[in-house]
């Protein structure tokens, strides 16, 4: 989407007194886009969600202490489009993985070994990898061919200066406005509550599923750094992929802004939202 067509949209939607707002507020994102063919499978080493990894020979399949972790997405960085203000290497693959069968919410320190972000610098001589034998198939993402296109994410609140004094109506329009689904980078189109927050203290040790680990002595000092999280990828529920994240919900895929210029991408931290 680019930003003439954010502004169309935004006077279609009836919002158009707050269009300068709302476009200042907006961070450029890659969106991501599905599509299932099984009579065309998705090339080795290219852009895909679901089906089978392709990894280099070096790269072991990541396992959480007692399972193997299922495999979500890759993504050919070379391909995509550049975006400013990313710190996306420019060459190499991401893999992203997930315990679909225990479905970490995130707020749990031990939720950590639940899911994984592995980079590697190859984008040739990769082999399409079976998963391993505690993987069913019917575990499995369907393999999804994949669109990605530079775009626009919003705030999941209204913008400063942004007023709609009760105006249902406009609330509705706003939510449909920012309302996303795959997504790279950007602003994370939140279902329940920010997760910055959530991210820092959970992956440092503190229980957040209730308020103990907020009221936790230790919480104070570590507040600061949850301006550092950034958003890497989100994924929504999607029936071409044959996968609902608890009740229509979506995973989000968080990495310090530091962690994210390093390419320490084994340094991410998961977080579950659904309605």
């Excluded at 895909?48 to 202490?65: F, T, V």
């Excluded at 369907?142 to 775009?151: G, I, P």
């Excluded at 936790?216 to 994240?245: C, P």
Aim: charge should be negative; proline fraction near 6%; include cysteine.
């Amino acid at each position: 989407m680019t930003e003439e067509a954010l502004a169309s949209r935004i006077e279609a939607l009836g919002l158009g007194p707050f269009r300068e707002e709302i476009i200042e507020s907006a961070e450029a994102c890659l969106s991501v886009t599905t599509s299932r063919d099984e009579s065309r499978p998705c090339e080795i080493g290219s852009s895909k969600i679901g089906g089978d990894p392709d990894l280099p020979a070096d790269l072991e399949w990541p396992r959480a202490s007692e399972n193997s972790l299922h495999f979500i997405a890759q993504f050919k960085l070379s391909e995509l489009p550049p975006i400013a203000s990313t710190s996306l290497p420019s060459v190499g693959m991401l893999y992203f993985f997930y315990d679909m069968n225990g479905q970490h919410w995130g707020f749990d320190p031990e939720d950590g070994e639940g899911h994984r972000v592995l980079y590697s610098e190859c984008e040739t001589g990769l082999s399409r990898r079976l998963p391993p034998d505690d993987i069913a198939n019917d575990d499995a993402v369907l393999e999804c061919h994949l669109q990605v296109a530079k775009s626009f994410s919003l705030p999941s609140d209204p913008p400063s200066g942004v007023s709609f004094e009760g105006d249902q109506a406009q609330w509705d329009a706003y939510f449909e406005l920012t309302e996303g689904s795959h997504q790279l980078l950007g602003l994370p189109s939140e279902i329940q509550n920010p997760m910055e927050l959530e991210c820092q203290l959970a992956s440092n040790g503190l229980y957040v599923g209730d308020a103990s680990g907020y009221q936790d002595i230790r919480a104070k000092a570590l507040e600061e750094g949850a301006t550092d999280w950034r958003l890497l990828f989100q994924m929504d529920s999607d029936d071409d992929a044959g996968i609902m994240w608890g009740d229509g919900g979506m995973i989000y895929y968080w990495i310090r802004k530091q962690d994210l210029a390093a390419k320490r991408f084994e340094k991410s931290w998961l977080i579950l939202q659904c309605y």
